[in-house]
Nanobody
């Protein structure tokens, strides 16, 4: 089992920044793809960004150039730096650990609200 705990959400004005953190209960980054998903009210959960075991990254088109995913292997923590935030970025953000051979793990989610 792996526990994922997100933090860093909150209320921010349009154009502002937030950094989300996802702390894993043990070292898994060498075998899991770590991702950030978000779900807005009435919408499906969508992938925002992911980082593979080799450090390769990919992003949803809607956040490219504004969001950056990174990780600190020593701290078992994945980050999502979000800049130039827009009201449409408002959602609950979830951390995910994915390996095709095992069940996915999910965090509890953290609310991000972008509003003036």
């Amino acid at each position: 089992q792996v526990q994922l705990v997100e933090s860093g959400g909150g209320l921010v004005q349009p154009g502002g920044s937030l950094r989300l953190s996802c702390a894993a209960s043990r070292s898994i980054f060498s075998i899991y793809v770590m991702g950030w998903y978000r779900q807005a009210p009435g919408k499906q959960r969508e992938l925002v960004a992911a980082i593979g075991s080799g450090g390769n990254t990919n992003y949803a088109d809607s956040v490219k150039g504004r969001f950056t995913i990174s990780r600190d292997n020593a701290k078992n923590t994945v980050y999502l730096q979000m800049n130039s935030l827009k009201p449409e970025d408002t959602a609950v953000y979830f951390c995910n650990a994915h390996n095709i051979q095992y069940p996915d793990f999910w965090g509890q989610g953290t609310q991000v609200t972008v509003s003036s």
